[in-house]
């Protein structure tokens, strides 16, 4: 019996994060560094947003303005 897996979460990329919350990848870049987003590192370096914490964050910036 073949058991169901959870979806696998969805990362994005620095472009599709920056493109998310209207801003330069330069300052997403930035505010990973300085640890203001949540982001894990690929194999060859790269950093990779969890979606669901990108869109939440998203969600609560539109709500404050």
Known sequence: MAQKRAPAPKYLKT????EILHVSPKTVTRWAKDGKLPHSRTLGG???FPGEAIK???DELIESV
Do not use: D, G, Y
């Open 56 to 58: 939440k964050l998203a």
């Open 46 to 48: 790269h950093r990779r």
């Open 15 to 18: 472009a599709e994060v920056a």
